[in-house]
């Protein structure tokens, strides 16, 4: 049993909460207090009803998400939103969420555990996301079909999008999570040959074809549960406390 105070300094500190500008509805930090204590934590991307219910299945009294249960902004406390509020309550299942602070993290980072997994080498944060360097770039060994195909492999994702030349070398590759599609004219400002994102945007795909940029959609959820897991790991190694990862994809 560890005290919720102790995670959730050892959480805002790592993860720098209070410094990093981010949406309000992100509310990054604690959401809903427990009784005090944590014995088990649960770990998602979303924080949705069902998210909510299978943590407290698992036992949870911990909920650490990415998109945290204020994403739907300020409301009534009525229907479905009072619902979700009142079965944390109800069950003592503290909420937690994290952010941009935990996308641009450099080790525990959505981005930082792709690049990692990609085996992309002298990777450094480069990618402007609306005025915070979120996204790394670094250098992948290998052609872009064969960056493609690891893509995949280690989102568990079908992975769509545009390649001009897939024996091309890859080269200097660039990487940022969820709904950044948005920055694509950045790739090619900046000289990258291949963008790695998220969530697939139809005039993206077309931007990136008229620039000649290689651009490959691996799904915004898919991209984001790099780092959720990567602070249940932390939570382990620092507390000894049992971690599940509730999986609840959207297929987008």
Not at 21 to 41: C, I, P, R, W
Not at 65 to 91: A, D, E, N, S, V
Not at 155 to 178: D, E, F, H, K, L
Not at 179 to 188: K, L, P
Request: proline residues 3%.
């Amino acid at each position: 049993m560890i005290p919720l105070q102790n995670i959730t300094e050892l959480l805002d500190t790592t993860l720098r909460t209070r410094e990093i500008k981010d949406a309000s509805v992100a509310l990054n930090g604690l959401q809903v207090e427990n009784d005090g204590n944590v014995t088990k934590v649960a770990l998602a991307v979303d924080g949705t009803q069902k998210t909510i219910d299978d943590a407290i299945a698992a036992g949870a009294d911990l909920l650490i998400l990415h998109h945290g249960i204020y994403w739907c902004g300020l409301r009534p406390m009525t229907g479905w939103f009072k619902k979700k509020i009142q079965t944390c309550l109800q069950h003592n299942l503290a909420v937690y969420g994290a952010h941009l602070p935990l996308d641009l993290h450099p080790q525990l980072g959505n981005n930082a555990g792709i690049a990692r997994e990609l085996g992309l080498t002298d990777s450094t944060p480069e990618v402007d996301y609306h005025g915070t360097l979120i996204g790394v770039a670094g250098y992948f060994d290998g052609t872009v079909a064969q960056l493609k195909e690891k893509f995949a492999r280690i989102t568990g994702s079908t992975i769509t999008g545009y390649v001009q030349n897939g024996n091309a070398p890859a080269g200097r590759v660039a990487v940022c999570s969820g709904g950044a599609g948005d920055v694509i004219y950045q790739m090619h400002d900046k000289g990258y040959t291949t963008y790695l994102t998220g969530e697939e945007n139809h005039w993206v795909v077309n931007a990136a074809q008229d620039m000649g940029v290689n651009i490959l959609f691996a799904g915004h959820y898919a991209t984001e549960t790099f780092g959720v897991k990567a602070l249940g790991k932390l939570l382990e190694e620092r507390y000894g406390l049992p971690t599940v990862f509730i999986d609840n994809p959207t297929g987008m």
